[in-house]
């Protein structure tokens, strides 16, 4: 690039203040040892993106109603005071933190191929759990909701115990094995040093997905299989008694173990 050169000079900076990038002159130019002579006029506004963050869309009073369309789903969020004094809706990470809801209204399915039409499958009513970065949240009545596509819904749960959840489309729910307690040449691992286990057994499996006719595709996998999964996949959860679970789409598996 024209605005870069290579050089082993020492680090001289010339411009009359470094307080703010945009404050540099075109004329201006800062030269390192390891990168080179870097202009100023190279700096772009494009450069240095705002902090975006996202509030709930706000629906005025005068509506009365939301109808989601397609295979999208309203969902009337839980508030965290109302889960399960036994924390079973906490993740083993915050990143994978799992979402609770109640289903209120549903779109009219969708369309594959030119005829095929696809009703959507879980009811108004439906406890469900979904992904934290799912669907966007709308404030309808003073109450937070979601609008999400029925494909990011992880599962249904008609307990309260995490263990019963009824994976949905081509999700399978997995007990996940035990964290191995010693390295190989025997010294203990804390907590923080165990290596995050990608095994386990499949205690309930989804009805399948549908291919291009509209036809429903069992999954390969089957309950009470022993698996190899993707680290970095799906969502988890701890139950009740202290078991760690895991959520994920049946192609995140990637063998099955005897």
Partial sequence: MAAMQLTASPVTVSARSLASLEGLRAASSAKFSSFGTLKAKTFRQSHFRPLVVKAASVVAPKYTSIK???????????????KSMGGIFLPSTAQSKPQEGEVVAVGEGRTIGKTTKIDITVPTGAQIIYSKYAGTEVEFNDVKHLILKEDDIVGLLETDDIKDLKPLNDRVFIKVAEAEEKTAGGLLLTETTKEKPSIGTVIAVGPGSLDEEGKLQPLPISTGSTVLYSKYAGNDFKGKDGSNYIALRASDVMAILS
């Fill in 68 to 82: 989601p369309l397609g295979d999208r789903v309203l969902v009337k969020i839980k508030e965290a005071e109302e």
